[in-house]
């Protein structure tokens, strides 16, 4: 007979019973449905607990240690356990869509289907962009900038902060280093330039279009679209030789016929299949192609209204709804 | 993203604590739970297109959960089941009555973890994130087993009323 259910549930949470206190527990639980469901209770938030203190670490390591080199240095190799992060909230996606790309190993099409799992986060990510090359395609026009409006930031040094369900910050500077800030809370999009009128619009894709990629299903504003499009329509491999070490890599390598980059580093840690930075290479972005870098440089939470227009300027500026 | 996949999507991610939560009920090690919890993901979205839409979503969840514990485990041929099956399933019935809004309250765990003190903090630390056991804590922090015990109880009460609390005042507010 059990003199204390909380007590004894706790310890069967910390592999304390003995056998015959773990019959005992058994045969509690089966007396009576509320039984099963005081230690379903328990339960839930033990494991509860578990999750939410190994994304916190997961995501810290994510964001803790060095690019990688693109050489194989693997000086060392850490023992881990199978820490998933937030990474369960959602699902294999890949396996209802999976086209089977032709001369995709099935190996590593199972661990992208895993990356595309693993980071299916509710938590806030923040991403370095680096833009490595920029090449100029002959024949191609210039970006023509809006009316009446000033050229546009580059993309160099450029912050993403990204959220679940489309949101996104992106924070480039002018030449005299001021913010000039687009983004979208998935209800609005805006941008608010170092001048002038802030602009909203009811149109999600009306501010994302500098963000490089959404000519492509690829867009660096959302990671699960960029990692759904390698996944339709590029082959993924390991890379020859395979990276051992702190991080691990994937390569997805667009077919003669695929527009978007011609190649991209998947770069990701093993234990938690978090990713650590994106490169592509030849990304067309407008006249240009770039070979840019995304690398993970936080997952704090930004807050409730950080994606919001109004979190990124004064309350007297003036907003056109356009 | 087609329709029925948002659909699986959306309706897995309220379930997924619940499943989540039965996998860990019954199989103790946590690299063994990661593996069946993504199995069952799998499998769902696998199914998906059968699954009656007049069923309670959770319910065919963990049914889906109980399958793939018994799969996973013939694999291991090893017996890491603490319960048997009629207590299975009186957990998976258990968990399936779980309320939405009792599974929603763990949306306050994050900051109800902020709350605990850093002592309290490192112990669930040693446990949740380096996966040791009462033993090993107590060696790590040069205490007693029990004393180790009895603290991670204590913290597991603290955050439950926390989330308690945080609940009953959003309630209070809407």
Redesign the interface.
Known sequence: MIHDP??QI???????LTDAE?REL?EW??QS?DH??Q????????????????GQ?ALEESTSAPRPENVPASPRRRRW????AVS??????G???WKGVSGTPASAAVELN?LI?ANLSESDRTFRITVEEVESEPGRRARAPEPGRPPKPPMQGAVLHVRAGGQFVLIRRTEDGQAFVTGSNALTSWAVRPDGPVRVSRDLNRFNRDVPGHEYAMPLDDLQACL?SLRDAYEVRFPDPVIEGDFKQLLAIRGRKQPGPSQVEITYRPASRLIHELRFVGMPYGPERLTLRMTLETGS?LGPDYFTHSAHHSPDREVIEE | MNEQLRQATRLWTLAQPVVSGFVASVVRDFAARDDVLQEVAVAVIESFDRYDSTRPFVGWALGIAQNQVRLYLRRLQRDRLVFDEVTVANLATAFESISSEQIQSLGFLRECLTKLDARSRKLCDLRYVQDLKPAGIADALGVSANTVAKSLQRIRDQLRECIERRSTLAGGAT
């Open positions: 909380s007590e706790s310890r069967a949470l910390d592999d304390l773990q058994t639980i089966s449905p099963a469901r230690y379903a209770l328990a339960v839930l938030l033990h494991d509860g607990i578990g999750s939410e203190l190994r670490a356990g199978r820490w998933f369960l909230s959602l699902i294999v996606l396996l209802l869509m895993r799992a759904r939470d």
